[in-house]
């Protein structure tokens, strides 16, 4: 061969040197069947491309499953190179001969890469029979708005990887709740072990007529069982299954429910009623809190769909209620709605105070007919409380009479009392200060002030203490300022409820300390140093 011939063959080496792409393309086997996925490598060792490879040459042709990053380092006859690499998941849409087309990342090119994609073979079970979906439901007949249990089955006889989904449900005029997480457990169907994934729902018709249940697609990676060569990825295979659609007959509120109740459509319902203290083993007192807590509870229902009970309104017995505590239990029949309500009742008259029947009607939708669940009614007897009467002996309505002289004679004292201390101050104008003489106790702005705070700070039991020291220095009694005053009596209550019920630690006292501040003043003039004024019972009749 003659220089020149070297010379162009030296040449055209390194023209085609210079001609290798810099990103290396590679796949784990080039023939495989139809629903199974390949991955493919690009390798980079030039550390001056930054990115990603650019995968939108696949889509015609492949669905990309997912993609991994790894950079290493590695030293090859004492010289360090880096390398970045690329594992694509891909499944091909298609059997027949497919091409891993050319990929760019930045300047630089991959090689394309043939692909054989076979049926697959006949004579292997197909992969569909070793996963299958099945749906059922507990009943395929029910109310409007009573609930309906929709079980799904995943039955898988291979192994499936991390990547399985679910489509979700979504039903129109229904309400669709999960109950609980789904699980897992094994079954053996015609002696063949199966893993199963169980998954259920709980369906609420709103409208009556034919509910349709659509089918709902279960996809998985289904791992090859076929012995494949040592350092290869074990292949897998895509899972596409899924259910048979359900249709759900949706009855519609019966002719004989009664008008103007709310529907309340349940398997079973029941009423329990709970008292602290026992009014049966401890015979209440005037002024007394009694915590009574009622738990409606209905099996078929969500806690939302349970109704309001009926408030306990009753002469001589207040009543505080607390917020209602909502929950559900799930269970192997479906949900059970709990409602519990919690009040508290403070007798105010002695004697025998009478709580009527409660009742809740309700449609039993498994025996189909009308029932009534109720508590019986009950009958406090409350005695007096002594500790009151020592405070304001009570008295009955027709004594009323017997003290009104006392307040005409009060009010006659009180207007010449006003017009003596006109005079001596209208004479004491043109006298030289002098100093007082201190006060034996607290001071009556130093008592105002302390109740003050106390309303500021929201503390039911100071605000209560604080006021009755105030109320000592008073002309009247904080009832007979409430009686003549209504912001002050409203404010009252509501300082009365916070000390008897559960919800006391909410109380805001700003409407007190507004109606204290707002009194008309004839009704704020002090009592002379030495007296006080009698406190008015806790609860007056």
């Keep these: 061969m003659s220089r020149f011939g070297v010379f162009l063959l030296g040449l055209l ?37 930054f ?18 990053q790894l950079n290493s380092l590695h030293t090859l006859d004492g010289e360090t190179r880096a390398s970045t690499r690329w594992i694509i998941t891909l499944l091909p849409r298609r059997s027949g001969s497919l091409r891993i087309p050319e990929l760019q990342l930045g300047q630089s ?19 569909a ?3 299958f979906v099945e749906a059922t439901l507990d009943s395929n007949e029910v109310y409007v708005q009573a609930q309906a249990v929709l079980t799904l089955r995943i039955y898988h006889s291979v192994s499936l990887y991390d990547d399985s989904s ?8 229904a309400k669709v709740e999960p109950l609980g997480e ?11 072990r199966h893993g199963v994934i169980e998954t259920r729902y709980a369906v609420y018709p709103q409208q009556s007529g034919d509910l349709d249940i659509p089918p709902l697609t279960f996809t998985a990676t289904a791992a090859d069982n076929a012995q494949q060569p040592a350092g290869t990825a074990r292949a897998g295979r895509q899972v596409q299954v899924s259910s048979l659609p359900l249709r759900l007959t949706v009855r519609p509120i019966p002719a004989d429910w009664p008008a103007n109740v709310p529907w309340l459509p349940a398997r079973d319902l029941t009423l329990e009623e709970h008292w602290n203290p026992d009014p049966a083993s401890q015979q209440p007192q005037i002024g007394d809190s009694l915590t ?43 949900m059970t709605a709990n409602r519990e309500e919690r009040e508290a009742l403070v007798p105010t008259h002695s004697g025998n105070l009478a709580l009527p029947a409660l009742e809740v009607t309700w449609w039993n939708t498994r025996e189909d007919h009308l029932e009534h669940s109720s508590l019986p009614a009950r009958t406090l007897d409350v005695l007096d409380n002594p500790a009151l009467s020592a405070e304001s002996p009570a008295g009955d309505s027709s004594d009323a009479s017997h003290l009104l002289w006392p307040w005409q004679l009060a009010t006659l004292l009180f207007a010449l009392t006003t017009v003596l201390g006109f005079a001596l101050w209208w004479r004491a104008r043109s006298q030289p200060a002098v100093l007082r003489a201190a006060q034996n106790g607290p001071s009556p702005r130093t008592l105002l002030d302390d109740l003050k705070r106390a309303c500021q700070a929201n503390d039911p039991q100071a605000t209560r203490q604080a006021l009755d020291a105030w109320a000592r220095q008073q002309p009247e009694t904080l009832a007979e300022m409430a009686a003549r005053f209504v912001p002050l009596s409203d404010a009252l209550d509501g300082l009365n409820g916070a000390l008897y019920s559960e919800s006391g630690q909410y109380w805001q006292g700003e409407d007190l300390w507004r109606a204290i501040g707002t009194i008309p003043p004839a009704e704020q003039v002090l009592l002379p140093a030495g007296e006080s004024g009698s406190l008015p019972p806790l609860y007056p009749k």
């Design 13 to 49: 080496w390194a023209v085609m040197a210079q001609a290798l792409p810099t990103l290396q393309a590679s796949v784990d086997r080039t023939r495989l069947e139809a629903g199974e996925t390949l991955e493919l490598t690009l390798e980079s060792q030039d550390v001056t491309q």
């Design 51 to 68: 990115g990603k490879p650019d995968l939108r040459a696949l889509d015609s042709d492949f669905e990309v499953r997912g993609t991994r």
């Design 109 to 127: 090119h991959s090689q394309a890469i043939d692909l054989q994609v076979l049926q697959a073979d006949s004579s292997r079970p197909e992969i």
């Design 129 to 131: 029979s070793q996963v």
């Design 166 to 173: 679910l489509s979700p449900l979504q039903l129109e005029n």
């Design 182 to 192: 789904s699980r897992t457990y094994e079954k053996e169907i015609n002696g063949v």
């Design 292 to 334: 009574r807590s009622i738990t409606l509870r209905a099996e078929g229902l969500s806690s939302t769909q349970l109704p309001q009970l009926p408030a306990t309104e009753i002469v001589g017995l207040r009543r505080y209620p607390d917020q209602p505590v909502l929950r559900n239990e799930i269970s192997e029949r479906g």
